[in-house]
């Protein structure tokens, strides 16, 4: 039954370095803008030390808007984007565009949760003692919800996985594209459970990894 597979592992190596070259770049990106993107969520939302309705209402539309499309959508939207941004619109480079857009609206929503969840008194305690706004940010607000924005790190790296395997449609490589060439295309059963099994791995390790790093920071 297997009788495909080890013509394909060059094939199937290239596929799963490829899908790791999309995660590590739109993780970077999501959590390089994504974080910053949470932080003003939180501080301009209703009740917040830096309220403004205005600027909140405007960020708030804009990731839940990016949000809202499905990603195979947004995945042909951005094609242009793409275009101009890295010369082409095919490989793990160009597909890791829209998924870092896609990563930073959604992981900017679970900093922006992560950051609710720190009690009020902890922070109006820090003002009480004369704390700056970025010393507020870091040494309290990012250092209390440090386990939780490890949780949703965890959570956004499992969704990219499974985004990253419909950017094969469109020849952005990976396990995807593998499943969708030889497994789908060609009839080739062995090949599909394989990738279905590599994808569960992958899962499974992400998540593990995840929990075990976000016990570690849980001071509470």
Not at 75 to 86: E, K, S
Not at 181 to 210: K, N
Request: proline share 4%.
């Amino acid at each position: 039954m297997f009788d495909n597979l080890l013509s394909l592992m060059p094939e199937i190596g290239l596929a799963i370095v490829q899908t790791g070259v999309m995660l590590f770049i739109s993780m970077c990106c999501a959590v390089l803008f994504g974080i910053p993107l949470g932080v003003f969520l939180y501080f301009t939302g209703r009740g917040q030390i830096f309220e403004r309705p205005v600027l909140f209402r405007i960020t708030n539309y804009v990731v839940n808007t990016v949000r809202s499309l499905p990603f195979v959508i947004l995945l042909v939207a951005l094609i242009p984007l793409t275009r101009v941004m890295v010369g082409t619109t095919i490989g793990p480079v160009a597909a890791a565009v829209p998924l870092s857009i896609a990563s930073t609206a959604y992981f900017a929503r679970l900093v922006e949760q992560s950051l609710r969840e720190v009690p009020k008194g902890v922070i109006e305690a820090a003002l009480g003692m004369g704390a700056t706004p970025l010393q507020i940010t870091w040494k309290v607000l990012l250092a209390e919800a440090r386990s939780g924005i490890v949780l949703g790190i965890t959570l956004t790296t499992i969704s990219l996985l499974s985004y990253s395997a419909m950017a094969g449609i469109v020849g952005g490589g990976g396990i995807g594209d593998l499943a969708i060439r030889f497994g789908y295309y060609r009839f080739q059963t062995d090949v599909m459970i394989l990738t279905v099994i590599l994808l569960i791995i992958f899962v499974q390790i992400i998540q593990f990894s995840g929990n075990f790093l976000a016990r570690l920071l849980d001071k509470r």
